[in-house]
């Protein structure tokens, strides 16, 4: 595995993230340090989150929220050999608070941003068409913006085999894509990790892989119609997998993406050109 450079973004992208290290993954080149403590956070903390949660789901009772635990990105280093990730618990709660309130609030509370690690994908269909979503407006985060299929890495759930027991995010993004859509394991080709980007509004790490698949788009939009996750989005959309198309529609229409799908399809344009 060979860590590429990081260059400099175009405008207007880096109003919406920030790459962290690029590189070629396989799952055999990655490893993971589990650490089982939750972030210490304050009192004060803790009542403000407490007093945010309990307003959030009041006030969006159709997003489905539960304060479960995901995986927090606490470390990662990219080598010539692999990719390296040191991961620890934190409550949705607490990730929650700070995406919602933003990263200029999250410095000035106690205990600053503290944000759960994403996972998201770019998916390659055998007739060479990328798959997103467009979100539904019952979603927590994002609504009705393009986006990246994907989520959190669970780590009561999304574990690899071995000694370590530790979570894995190659099988966190495999699982998502199932629950999303309905995406028989058969299907899959290759997954690769392409890099690692920061939501330059939340402060969010994101986890970004590249996803081919032996199926067509639209054999795809037929199984997804199935999917347990299904009410996340309300359609599928097609893009052209070129690499002037991909770069014109980051550039133009980077406002009506989240930041992690922005980041994704962004990352999926360095890899076809080598830049």
């Given at each position: 595995?060979?860590?590429?450079?990081?260059?400099?973004?175009?405008?207007?992208?880096?109003?919406?993230?920030?790459?962290?290290?690029?590189?070629?993954?396989?799952?055999?080149?990655?490893?993971v340090y589990w650490e089982e403590t939750y972030?210490?956070?304050?009192?004060?903390?803790?009542?403000?989150?407490?007093?945010?949660?309990?307003?959030?789901?009041?006030?969006?009772?159709t997003a489905g929220v539960y304060n479960g635990t995901i995986c927090q990105l606490r470390d990662y280093q990219a080598t010539e050999s692999e990719l390296v990730l040191r991961l620890g618990p934190i409550h949705f709660k607490t990730h929650l608070f700070t995406i919602t309130k933003g990263k200029i609030l999250s410095h000035s509370i106690p205990d600053g941003p503290q944000t759960g690690l994403g996972v998201s994908a770019t998916i390659l269909t055998a007739d060479n068409r990328l798959l997103f979503m467009k979100r539904s407006q019952k979603v927590a985060t994002a609504p009705g913006l393009f986006d990246a299929f994907g989520g959190h890495i669970d780590p009561n759930h999304h574990r690899?085999?071995?000694?370590?027991?530790?979570?894995?995010?190659?099988?966190?993004?495999?699982?998502?894509?199932?629950e999303e859509l309905n995406l028989p394991p058969e299907t899959i080709q290759q997954t690769k990790?392409?890099?690692?980007?920061?939501?330059?509004?939340?402060?969010?790490?994101?986890?970004?892989?590249?996803?081919?698949?032996?199926?067509?788009?639209?054999?795809?939009?037929?199984?997804?119609?199935?999917?347990?996750?299904?009410?996340?989005?309300?359609?599928?959309?097609?893009?052209?997998?070129?690499?002037?198309?991909?770069?014109?529609?980051?550039?133009?229409?980077?406002?009506?993406?989240?930041?992690s799908g922005l980041g994704a399809l962004w990352l999926h344009y360095l890899s076809l050109t080598g830049e």
């Open positions: 595995m060979n860590p590429k450079s990081v260059s400099a973004l175009p405008e207007p992208l880096p109003r919406y993230f920030r790459i962290l290290t690029r590189c070629s993954c396989k799952p055999n080149q990655l490893r972030p210490e956070l304050s009192a004060a903390r803790q009542t403000l989150e407490e007093h945010f949660w309990q307003a959030y789901q009041k006030n969006h009772p690899k085999n071995g000694p370590e027991n530790t979570p894995c995010p190659f099988h966190a993004i495999l699982c998502e894509l199932r990790a392409i890099g690692l980007i920061e939501n330059a509004l939340t402060t969010q790490p994101e986890m970004i892989f590249s996803v081919r698949i032996a199926e067509k788009a639209e054999q795809v939009a037929e199984h997804a119609t199935d999917a347990q996750d299904r009410s996340e989005y309300s359609h599928i959309i097609h893009i052209p997998n070129d690499a002037e198309r991909i770069r014109k529609i980051c550039l133009k229409y980077a406002r009506d993406f989240s930041p």
